[in-house]
DNA sequence: CTGGTGACTTATC
DNA sequence: AGATAAGCCACCA
């Protein structure tokens, strides 16, 4: 399991994201307080989204685009978004004003608590 | 310790 | 819109 508070954090965001609606990496990293750790949310993407069992195709980058290549699992992540009822505009972006999920200060702090 | 790496992001052109 | 560069940070060989 993951023991530092960040990782915690981020792996509680990503559980919290609902149905049919995303969040980008960098997103993610600044509601678990590190603005700049984009790369450490893939990072536990790559490690613990499947022993965790984590929502990983609701997590893209902040342009609504989906940053697999189309070799990794790109038409894979498309398609569970779209049953969820994600909607993708031109050049595989989805549209972000609409599926972005943004929680409010205390939502995020509700999930993960800023002093672990 | 050092250097390489990544499902990123921002700034610039 | 697409390309490039630099910053980022935790992990790992």
New binding site residues.
């Given amino acids: 399991m993951t023991q ?1 508070p ?2 915690r954090k981020v792996i509680a965001l990503i559980r919290a994201i609902p149905a049919g609606r995303v969040a ?4 993610i990293a600044r509601l678990a307080g ?1 603005p ?8 536990l ?3 613990s ?1 499947r022993k965790e069992c984590l929502p ?2 609701r ?1 893209v ?3 609504g685009r989906i ?2 290549k189309d070799f ?2 790109y038409s894979e ?1 498309k398609r569970r978004l779209e049953l969820e009822g994600v909607e993708f505009g031109p ?1 595989g972006r989805i549209y972000m004003e609409r599926f972005e999920w943004r929680p409010t200060q205390e939502e995020a702090r509700r999930i993960a608590p800023l002093d672990e």
């Fill in positions: 530092n960040f990782s980008s990496y960098g997103g590190s700049r750790a984009a790369r450490q949310v893939v990072r993407l790559h490690s989204s990983w195709h997590v980058n902040r342009e940053g697999l990794e699992g992540q050049h």
